[in-house]
Each structure stands twice: as C-alpha cells, then as structure tokens.
Nanobody, 125 residues
Framework: QVQLVESGGGLVQAGDSLRLSCAAS????????MAWFRQAPGKEREFVANINWSGGGAGYADSVKGRFTISRENAKMTVYLQMNSLKPEDTAVYYC??????????????????WGPGTQVTVSS
C-alpha cells in the first residue's frame, strides 16, 4: 500500500480558489491511479475527480467539471486538486485515494486501497 496525506484545506469565501495537495509515500507512486473524494456532514462519500498513472487521463464529477482540475507530479509523488469558483456546496472533508489496479480509472470508493486522513474545506457564502 501507499501512504497518503492531504493538505491545503481551509476556510474561504464563495468564488475563491484553493489547491489541495496529496503527498504519497511507500510503494511506487506511478503504479497507482489517484482520485479525490469528498464527504459532507450527513452525506455519503462522493467522487470528485480521478487521474491515471501518467496524468494523461482524468475524469470529473458533473458538479465540479469546469471548476476543478486534478493533476499529478510523479517525481514528487504528489497529486493536486485545483479548486476554482468555490461554492458553499463544495464544503466537505476532501480525501485523496489510491487505486492499485494499474490502468483502471474508477469512481467507486470500494476500488481504492489507500486513503488519506482528509482535509477540511469550508466555503462561506
């Protein structure tokens, strides 16, 4: 497994931007597809964005498409989530996750082997 730690969360106003980072350690980072999920109070964890091993393929939830961008730097073993035009409904704990099945680009929480502890993002109106 790979160990993951998120950072970059905080309290911002609607319309602001934040960039989340997820630093990985352990096994070869390039073996993993990566994703961001989020969980708001009282709601299930939901998919936000994913990216394949090379960064050449990515997907987004409809709710964030056009506002969020996922990227990765394999040399730094880090994946990012650039969040622009934030809305109050984006408020949640954001989690980074790693999928050990090479080449798969999944959106299902059950397909991810490793998770970070999460970072809180709060967007005020």
């Amino acid at each position: 497994q790979v160990q993951l730690v998120e950072s970059g969360g905080g309290l911002v106003q609607a319309g602001d931007s934040l960039r989340l980072s997820c630093a990985a350690s352990g096994r070869t980072f390039m073996d993993y597809s990566m994703a961001w999920f989020r969980q708001a109070p009282g709601k299930e964890r939901e998919f936000v964005a994913n990216i394949n091993w090379s960064g050449g393929g990515a997907g987004y939830a409809d709710s964030v498409k056009g506002r969020f961008t996922i990227s990765r730097e394999n040399a730094k073993m880090t994946v990012y989530l650039q969040m622009n035009s934030l809305k109050p409904e984006d408020t949640a704990v954001y989690y980074c996750a790693a999928d050990a099945v090479f080449g798969r680009l999944s959106r299902a929480t059950t397909d991810f082997d490793s998770w970070g502890p999460g970072t809180q993002v709060t967007v005020s109106s």
